[in-house]
């Protein structure tokens, strides 16, 4: 059964949502799904936008059949190799041995590494001088390495303005009925699976991503199709995304305030991380959230760290160590380049001295322009008098820190 959608003349939507998969990247939970976008530019010549991933190609192989309606398939355009938009592509490229395969030449070489099964006398290395005219629409590429891997090209279709941008400004959620960010209450049912997407996924190379940007600054864009989640075509929501990537890029945190992650085997450090948010409101500190990074998916947690410009990280020490959760929290934003943030530190421990709070600096000290705030409390097995004036004493520098605007 076919399921496309026209996103401009001649220019359709033929991707697949998948609902099956448990996490993106089999680590990123994605309880909301996640769509695999492929496009078809019809014209006097055929292509195919990238394809999906192979869990779910039956459907988009009705869709490419679809538009066909028989006629010879000109070009694959492959913008990312990366399987979950390319697992269906040797499939595709064998039932349509008339095909050309157009893509960086890295792209065209992984196409080997992941098929073995070399099309030479069927590739088109694409660059950002050459164009690629279908009749009465002509395609222009930007290579846009390392916006997410290193042989990504974003394609543009020049006479309409449309702006195929591969992983770039994608978001985690199916679609529901429409591939219009603007028919499907974006802000209300996306824009939190595209901060956590962003973060998760890309936020390693914002430097990449914001000279992929300006790169495609210099044309006038009309439509950004991604290869997940909604399509842009209104000024408004193609002027947000932009400007919520940019904002992401520059790890620009969007809220004042300060976020508590923490874990606890049985409670005690928990305790002493929800007294602290107490502490922080009564401070006058207005956003303040909290997170149990043993019941919340680090995922979630990242994307949290993108939005609050204090950090607040509390732990317990667990056999001589750091508390595994914690530690593969910190490990995955130091890993992802997290920069420019505020910290405090509350470390527990019962016997060893607070290793917690000591493996907890030791990885927060590699981030980039983050600061650690007031002194880190050390809590001796459970929060007493003198934990709670220490307590007290790192909320009121912490608040102090707000209050001065940093
Ligand atoms: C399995 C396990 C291992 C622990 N290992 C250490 C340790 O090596 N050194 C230490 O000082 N405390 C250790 N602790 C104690 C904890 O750091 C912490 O003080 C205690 O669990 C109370 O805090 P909580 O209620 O937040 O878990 C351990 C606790 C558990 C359950
Ligand atoms: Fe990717
Ligand atoms: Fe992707």
């Known amino acids: 059964m076919h399921q496309v959608q026209a996103i401009a003349d001649g220019i359709y939507w033929i991707g697949v949502n998948d609902f099956v998969t448990n996490r993106f990247e089999n680590i990123i939970p994605i309880p909301e799904g996640v769509s695999y976008n492929s496009y078809f530019i019809d014209d006097e010549k055929t292509a195919v936008v990238d394809t999906v991933d192979a869990l779910v190609m039956d459907g988009f192989l009705d869709n490419v059949e679809y538009l066909l309606r028989g006629r010879p398939l000109d070009y694959i355009i492959v913008n ?13 490229a064998e039932r ?3 095909a050309k395969l157009a893509g960086s030449a890295q792209a065209l070489r992984m196409f080997e590494q992941f098929f073995h099964r070399p099309m030479k006398d069927r590739y088109v290395t694409t660059g950002e001088k050459m164009t690629l005219p279908l009749g009465r629409r002509t395609l222009r590429f930007f290579s846009a390495p390392m916006v997410h891997w290193p042989e990504v090209t974003f394609t543009y279709v020049e006479e309409q303005q449309v702006l195929f941008s591969a992983d770039a400004f994608g978001c985690f959620g199916v679609l529901k009925g429409s591939v219009f960010a603007d028919e499907l209450d974006y802000a209300k049912q996306y824009e939190d699976g595209a901060r956590r997407y962003y973060t998760c996924i890309v936020s390693k190379y914002g430097p990449q991503v914001l000279a992929a940007m300006k790169k495609v600054s210099a044309v006038p864009v009309s439509c950004i199709a991604p290869l997940h989640g909604p399509v842009f075509r209104t000024e408004e929501d193609i002027g947000r995304i932009l400007a919520d990537t940019a904002r992401w890029a520059k790890w620009e945190p969007e809220v004042k305030g300060a976020a508590i992650f923490y874990t606890s085997v049985y409670g005690n450090t928990a305790a002493a991380a929800q007294s602290f948010a107490w502490k922080l409101r009564e401070r006058g500190v207005a956003s303040v959230e909290v997170m149990d990074l043993c019941k919340t998916d680090a995922a979630y947690a990242m994307a949290e760290v993108m939005r609050y410009s204090h950090l607040v990280f509390a732990s317990t020490t667990y056999n001589m160590g750091l508390y595994p959760l914690m530690r593969h929290f910190l490990t995955m934003m130091g ?5 420019d943030r505020r910290i405090a530190l509350i470390g527990n421990s019962s016997w060893a001295p607070n290793i917690a709070g000591k493996v907890m600096k030791e990885l927060t000290d590699t981030w980039k322009d983050c600061s650690l705030i007031g002194e880190p409390v050390h809590i001796l097995s459970a929060p007493g008098p003198k934990e709670e004036a220490a307590l007290d004493a790192l909320a009121d520098a912490v608040a102090a820190d707000l209050q001065a605007g940093k």
Not at 80 to 92: I, K, N, Q, W
Not at 335 to 339: A, M, P, Q, S, T
Request: aromatic share 0%; glycine share 0%; proline share 10%.
């Open 80 to 92: 990312h190799m990366e399987p979950d938009h390319s697992s269906s592509l040797l499939t595709l």
């Open 96 to 98: 349509h041995p008339e």
């Open 335 to 339: 890993e992802h380049l997290v920069k």
